[in-house]
């Protein structure tokens, strides 16, 4: 590549002197998995407090941009506080009980006594 053509290119983007890859392969900052927010976080999660896992999800991904895990777990705290916000929760509930119910009853072959 010629200097002019890598001087147009690096004009657009800032350039730091270590790149957060460099830095996860040199173990200075650990994967997001790794990290203890990413457990808090989750637990935050499952126990429902959703508000405070977005928070903690959205440093991680401040941290992470550049990995999938991090945005994928933000954006399903996002999703499962708004299902929660407006109760589409009982609504999923009652359909799973239904559909458990209609396959048991109507849609499973019954077995037939062996003589």
């Given at each position: 590549?010629?200097?002019?053509?890598?001087a147009q290119r690096s004009e657009g983007t800032p350039?730091?002197?270590?790149?957060?890859?460099?830095?996860?392969?040199?173990?200075?900052?650990?994967?997001?998995?790794?990290?203890?927010?990413?457990?808090?976080?989750?637990?935050?999660?499952?126990?429902?407090?959703?508000?405070?896992?977005?928070?903690?999800?959205?440093?991680?991904?401040?941290?992470?941009?550049?990995?999938?895990?991090?945005?994928?777990?933000?954006?399903?705290?996002?999703?499962f506080h708004e299902l929660y916000r407006i109760g589409?929760?009982?609504?999923?509930?009652?359909?799973?009980?239904?559909?458990?119910?209609?396959?048991?009853?109507?849609?499973?072959?019954?077995?037939?006594?062996?003589?």
């Open positions: 590549m010629s200097g002019c053509a890598q350039q730091s002197s270590v790149s957060s890859a460099a830095l996860v392969k040199n173990n200075r900052l650990p994967l997001p998995s790794k990290e203890p927010i990413n457990a808090q976080a989750s637990d935050h999660f499952y126990d429902m407090d959703y508000e405070r896992s977005i928070q903690e999800f959205t440093l991680l991904y401040e941290r992470h941009a550049d990995d999938p895990d991090s945005i994928n777990h933000l954006l399903n705290a996002v999703l589409a929760f009982i609504g999923v509930a009652i359909i799973l009980i239904v559909a458990s119910f209609v396959y048991q009853r109507f849609l499973v072959p019954k077995a037939e006594n062996p003589v």
